[in-house]
């Protein structure tokens, strides 16, 4: 079965802290993307990659990075993390040209 | 950018009734996708629909694309306990980009 892992469901962190979140998918697509979920906001877009080492900016990118090393590894950084990056993080991986999304169970995110 | 609404926000419904959900995009769909998520979870993959006027089944859910492909429906029959969650509603916001844009999502509560 094809499968994008998150590395945690729950994650408690301080704010100032660097938070890595990391996802890993393993049926070789190039395409990974970075959401965040909030009520009311539905999914918005922090970064993708198309690519090892390529990535873009979605939507909401500030206060945000990414790294691509592999192309099974996609990972979300916050820098520093503050009290309003509290929320569900997704993310989601598509082989280019593909059609269906294969999403992870996310990681539940709270900064105090 | 592209940009999807869903209706209703929310929705609660008797076991066994019918129901629908709809979402309308401010341009063209090159794809829309259909995601039900339980909650706190991840989000499962549906339906993909692609041309307009298409329909496709699993199931109990029905989902269609309009002729002029702006418009999708979700339609649940005899709804059942294991239907409830958030339905979500995602497309392509650039043809061949695959960059998934979403709506808000529709909250279905199924009381017994």
């Known amino acids: 079965d094809v499968k994008v892992t998150q590395s945690s469901r729950y994650l408690v962190k301080r704010t100032g802290e660097k938070v890595f979140l990391e996802c890993v998918q393993d049926m070789d697509h190039e395409n990974m993307f970075w959401y965040r979920q909030d009520p009311g906001l539905g999914l918005r877009l922090i970064y993708f990659?198309?690519?090892?080492?390529?990535?873009e900016k979605g939507d909401i990118p500030e206060g945000y990075s990414v790294s691509r090393e592999k192309k099974e590894r996609f990972s979300l950084i916050l820098e520093s993390a503050s009290t309003n990056q509290t929320s569900m993080y997704l993310c989601?991986?598509?082989?280019?040209?593909?059609?269906?999304?294969?999403f992870g169970s996310g990681t539940r995110l709270t900064v105090v | 950018s592209q940009e999807l609404e869903q209706s209703p926000q929310s929705l609660i419904v008797q076991e066994g009734k019918n129901l629908t959900i709809n979402c309308t995009s401010s341009?063209?769909?090159?794809?829309l996708y259909w995601y039900k998520q339980k909650y706190g979870e991840g989000l499962i993959f549906l339906m993909m629909l692609q041309k307009g006027g298409e329909e496709k089944s699993h199931e109990k859910i029905t989902a269609k694309l309009d002729e002029k492909k702006q418009q999708s429906s979700l339609h649940i029959t005899a709804s059942q306990p294991s239907h409830a969650g958030i339905y979500l509603c995602?497309?392509?916001?650039?043809?061949?980009?695959?960059?998934?844009?979403f709506g808000q999502g529709t909250r279905l509560t199924i009381n017994p």
């Open positions: 990659s198309y690519d090892v080492k390529m990535k």
């Open positions: 341009k063209t769909l090159y794809g």
């Open positions: 989601a991986s598509i082989r280019q040209g593909g059609s269906g999304y294969t």
């Open positions: 995602g497309a392509d916001g650039i043809q061949g980009a695959q960059k998934l844009v």
